[in-house]
């Protein structure tokens, strides 16, 4: 696995990635809900200078990081990748390229919290929505120092 730029021509792939990701991660998304969510995060490809793409060894996009302003804003793995290092190698990429140090987490999205944790993120504070007042509460994480 690499890591690389991801070129605008491959936004789809990262969107159709997140949506994926979403769906085996996030149980309590609706699917209104990622009608809402998806042309946001299609988006936010263009906008967030700090992204960051993970390739299999045959150079397809298998997941991304997004960090702005030191947050990171989306880490999304395809499903078939999970648990082989992928969001590790790009978390330390957050932290070595993009000063990386703080993250929001669904708190209904416990891997995810333990995954922040395992890096040495902790609970600074929660919201009981998310950014677009949706009823998800939302853990601020910053790392320990």
Request: negative net charge; aromatic residues 10%.
């Amino acid at each position: 696995m690499e890591i690389t730029e991801i070129p605008p021509d491959e936004y789809d792939r990262a969107a159709e990635l997140w949506e994926a990701s979403v769906r085996a991660t996030h149980d309590f998304v609706t699917e209104a809900d990622l009608d809402v969510f998806r042309p946001l995060v299609r988006a936010s490809f263009g906008e967030i200078t700090q992204l960051a793409g993970l390739r299999a060894d045959d150079g397809l996009l298998i997941g991304f990081i997004g960090v702005a302003e030191g947050n990171v804003e989306m880490l999304f793995l395809d499903p078939a990748y999970r648990g082989q290092g992928g969001g590790s190698l790009l978390l330390a990429h957050a932290f070595r390229e993009f000063a990386a140090s703080a993250v929001d987490v669904n708190e209904q999205n416990p891997r995810a919290v333990g995954f922040y944790e395992h890096h040495g993120f902790r609970t600074a504070s929660r919201s009981e929505t998310d950014t677009t007042n949706k009823p998800y509460p939302i853990l601020h994480m910053k790392l320990a120092s």
